[in-house]
């Protein structure tokens, strides 16, 4: 299956150089402009990548909270747990995503369907890694909502990795996480992004970018690019390439595969 090339940002060094939002430079493409401690993945190299920390706990699942708000999208909600509980087919501890919720109570997606959540803030552990997928609320009502906007914070200072899909960088950055860091987001809004957070750098024409503890996907379909790749990124290669197979989903993204045919079958009317 042939897909449209992707490009990643992957920060090798936690220092960034200039400005690379539109304000500052022109849409080219990546390769071209990423600052010099920053190596992009042409469509026809290989992936970036980098070591994962040496200390990662090796006796137990890393522990993966999925923040789940009312309007949740189904799309990067269900793209973060697709591929990060099907580690645990192919790595042992591998991960264990689980539901948080504002109250423990279930949520609504956006698309009407029902979510339970495992903790509420006040329940859940420390995590590893947190993910917040995007919804039909980060631009208003998520910016000024202080109980999750202040359970962000908390929780993100200390989870080695956080996640944000599509428009969740929006709520992330008023959580204080995005603060010297690149990040990117869903296409149509990458310009108010940078009218409302004029400080923070935004990368444009990227599926995901990588910055020391900070990984931000343009989410939609794309949100299973970023989620393989933090799994390529913690456990290889060839766990990555295992949860994509159950997927079916190339990977790494520029990998060549032959196209799959499709069968549609007609009907005709039935003569008596």
């Not at 939002?21 to 493409?29: I, K, L």
């Not at 979510?115 to 998520?142: E, K, M, N, T, W």
Request: aromatic residues 6%.
């Amino acid at each position: 299956m042939r897909r449209a090339p992707l490009l990643a940002l992957v920060l090798v060094a936690c220092a960034l150089g200039a400005r690379t939002d539109a304000a500052a430079a022109p849409a080219v493409p990546a390769a071209t402009v990423a600052p010099a401690s920053a190596t992009v993945a042409a469509p026809s190299s290989g992936l970036p990548r980098l070591p994962p920390p040496k200390d990662l706990p090796r006796d137990r699942p890393l522990r993966a909270a999925v923040v789940v708000v009312d309007g949740v999208f189904g799309s990067e909600l269900v793209a973060a747990f697709d591929v990060l509980q099907h580690t645990t087919a192919h790595v042992r501890p591998g991960i264990d995503p689980f539901a948080v919720s504002p109250d423990g109570n279930p949520v609504k997606t956006a698309e009407g369907l029902g979510v339970a959540a495992r903790y509420s803030f006040a329940s859940a552990p420390a995590v590893d890694i947190l993910v917040l997928p995007g919804g039909a609320h980060d631009l208003d009502s998520s910016l000024g909502d202080e109980a999750l906007v202040g359970w962000l914070a908390k929780a993100g200072k200390t989870a080695r990795y956080v996640v944000g899909l599509r428009d969740a960088p929006f709520v992330l950055a008023r959580a204080g996480l995005l603060q010297g860091r690149l990040a990117t987001v869903f296409a149509d809004d990458q310009d108010r992004f940078t009218q409302m957070f004029p400080k923070l750098e935004l990368r444009r024409g990227v599926s995901f970018v990588h910055d020391g503890p900070l990984l931000t996907s343009i989410g939609g379909a794309r949100s299973y690019d970023a989620a393989l790749y933090l799994v390529d990124h913690l456990f290889g290669e060839e766990v990555a390439k295992g949860v994509a197979k159950g997927l079916v989903l190339p990977w790494p993204p520029d990998a060549e595969e032959p196209p799959l045919p499709a069968l549609v079958v007609r009907y005709n009317e039935i003569k008596k």
